[in-house]
């Protein structure tokens, strides 16, 4: 008796593709960014108002999408 293991992986769905580490990681350490670009400009204060939320937000994201599989 044999398991057939192409047919689990043809019944991936849309969330499984979209929802992947490396995308998310990429995004999560993007926000970081923009979070630290906000903190540093000297224009907008309501930039620099939310550049504390907008590192937070990424560090926390970056944090749980470790945990997702590969």
């Known amino acids: 008796m044999?398991?057939?293991a192409t047919r689990s992986v043809a019944r991936r769905g849309?969330?499984?593709r979209v929802l992947r580490r490396g995308p998310l990681e990429a995004a999560a350490?993007?926000?970081?960014a923009a979070g630290v670009v906000m903190l540093m400009?000297?224009?907008?204060l309501t930039l620099y108002s939310w550049s504390f939320a907008?590192?937070?937000?990424?560090t926390v994201m970056f944090t749980i999408v470790s945990k997702v599989r590969a």
């Open 54 to 58: 907008t590192t937070l937000f990424g």
């Open 14 to 16: 849309v969330a499984d």
């Open 41 to 44: 400009q000297p224009f907008s």
């Open 2 to 4: 044999s398991i057939d």
């Open 29 to 32: 350490t993007a926000i970081i």
